[in-house]
């Protein structure tokens, strides 16, 4: 099924935008961990929508109401299953979208997969609402990992081409890195992330959208995960990744820059460091033959700019075959990257747990 993700630990998202509410199931957790409820209202709120002038003035709360799977606390290793209430949804503002598709959007495809079935409320299961269950399980899974020190962190890379610093993935400073996720605009550099919600909040003025990128890491995971092939840790993120909606490439170290870099440049040289192999320069984002090798895993992922604008466009209604014109009415976000942004940390900790249940099946219970 196109919305179950995993192989040792599967989460299957359910629900559509305007619906009664959405939701995940995650199957293959540990038992007897514990979780923090708090901070998964923390964690919720970093990307509900209606907080902040550059995201869509829906106003969501975002609270999850967990139905299984957790007692006194702790996982109880069964399903976990949790559910998110819809409650401001506006579905007369997609009415029209059934006979005219939006250019770029999936309404158009959604209608000859599905024969018109679909639910075009708020786009249905295609809405990127849809990832909010994902980062309730982002954060379940990573408060997992937590006591064995692996650290996910995240930060707005580029906003319509204006840049923010980039990642040291040799020697990442940490405790800075963290330190973005407690900022409104998730950036390094604040005077570059001031620049980009002018870009923002300019391209909102003009009824546009504008996209960006999204750079990531994980910390701390032993060198000997993954396998070749099909299975390799690129191929098993990256499935995760492009399941996130408006996501439209990613790239692993040095990415796409490797066409036009030389093997004496490219080649990471290894050296011990007290008793572990490591690496001087980290050009392939941690991964070698799709296996850890102790390293960051770096990432980088290209967020488009929304479909959904205000501008006048020239469609097709389905109905008749004829060109149409399309003015668009409903709340949007201009820029989906700095609310994307907790969804890709949340992917890499559902990945990242799912990667060491593969490597430690008798991961013992209420011992993390």
Known sequence: ??????NRLKISLFGESHGAGIGVVLDGLPSGCPIDLEQLHRAAARRAPGQTPWSTPRLE????????????????????????????????DYTALMDLPRPG???????????????????????????????????ICRQILQPRNIIITAHLLEIDGLRDRAYDDVNPPLDQYLAVAGKAFPVL????????????????DAGDSVGGQIEAMICGLPSGLGDPMFMGLESRLSGLLFGIPAVKGVEFGSGFRVSIMRGSTYNDTPYLHDGRILCQTNHSGGIQGGISNGMPLL??????????????????????????????EGRHDPCIAPRALPVVEAAAAVFTLDLLLDALPDWPAGKT
């Open 1 to 6: 099924m196109s919305s179950i993700w995993g």
């Open 61 to 92: 709360l975002d609270e999850s109401e967990i139905l299984s799977g957790l007692y006194q606390g702790r996982t109880t290793g069964t399903p976990l299953a949790a559910m998110i209430r819809n409650h401001d949804t506006r579905s007369q």
């Open 105 to 139: 959007h999936a309404d158009m495809t959604g209608a000859a997969r599905y024969n018109g079935w679909q639910d075009p409320r708020g786009s249905g299961h295609f809405s990127g609402r849809i990832t909010a269950p994902l980062a309730f399980a982002g954060e």
């Open 189 to 204: 550099d604040d005077l570059a992330g001031a620049k980009m919600i002018e870009a923002v909040l300019a391209a909102r």
């Open 299 to 328: 990432f980088r992922v290209a967020v488009r700019p929304p479909a959904s604008i205000s501008q006048p466009q020239t469609t097709v209604r389905l109905s008749t075959g004829q060109a149409a014109t399309l003015e668009l």
